[in-house]
């Protein structure tokens, strides 16, 4: 079956540091995958995707790159904010199905 | 993109008693979802709305506990029956606007706290 793994956090950091949440998946066929992102209080938002090997999706000075090769999709953004903080959900849809799989969620922290 | 909201946001009930959930979608949706997130953890997918028929239910889930409706192509509740300290989580609502490789909304969410 579908699954993903995540880095577990809380991730802290200080403003302005690289940030890297690493992502793993296992999945049939050829996946989309997906970062969402979870402010305080609110529902999750699209943070960007990539639908086939190679794609990087970008947003926000977030990107990940989609690599088939190591089945892995991290995110990564060069320097943080306060308000990036929040939980990270990284997900994949196999596309044969309705449903998305979601990583257990990573919480990052930034400090001033 | 499609503006997802909730309702209630939020509510404490007791246990034994059922708190229905409504989710509204300013445009009409092809699928819509309904998710649990568990206190910590990620999101679950509880089932999908089928307008005009049965829910489709993920394992683990049953129509008696969940009971889910979906009258229209913008509109579906979702009922916790016969809460326990143990449904206490965020459930939220999801839509697709296009087929299945299109983008999925969420809503707000409704937190729940069952005493």
């Known amino acids: 079956g579908n699954s993903v793994t995540q880095m577990e956090g809380p991730v802290t950091l200080s403003e302005e540091a690289f940030l890297t949440i690493n992502c793993t998946y296992t999945?049939?066929?050829?996946?989309?995958l997906f970062w969402y992102v979870q402010y305080p209080g609110e529902g999750l938002q699209l943070l960007l995707k990539?639908?086939?090997?190679?794609d990087k999706g970008s947003n926000k000075g977030f990107e990940a790159t989609y690599r088939k090769e190591t089945t892995s999709f991290h995110l990564e953004k060069g320097s943080v904010q306060v308000s990036d903080s929040a939980v990270y959900f990284c997900?994949?849809?196999?596309?044969?199905?309705?449903?998305?799989?979601f990583g257990g969620g990573t919480r990052l922290m930034v400090k001033p | 993109s499609a503006v997802i909201s909730q309702k209630p946001s939020r509510d404490i009930c007791q246990r034994g008693t059922s708190l229905t959930i409504q989710c509204q979608v300013d445009?009409?949706?092809?699928?819509m979802f309904w998710y649990r997130q568990q206190p910590g953890q990620s999101l679950t997918l509880i089932a999908t709305?089928?307008?005009?028929?049965?829910?489709?239910?993920e394992s683990g889930f049953v129509i008696d506990k969940f009971p889910i409706s979906r009258p229209n192509l913008t509109f579906s509740t979702l009922t916790v029956s016969n809460m326990s300290p143990e449904d206490s989580s965020i459930y939220l609502c999801?839509?697709?606007?296009?087929?299945?490789?299109?983008?999925?909304?969420f809503g707000p969410g409704t937190r729940l706290t069952v005493l």
């Open positions: 999801s839509v697709r606007t296009g087929g299945l490789s299109s983008e999925q909304f």
């Open positions: 999945a049939t066929g050829y996946p989309s």
């Open positions: 990539a639908t086939k090997a190679d």
């Open positions: 997900a994949l849809n196999n596309n044969a199905g309705n449903m998305l799989t």
């Open positions: 445009s009409q949706v092809t699928m």
């Open positions: 709305a089928n307008q005009g028929s049965e829910a489709t239910y």
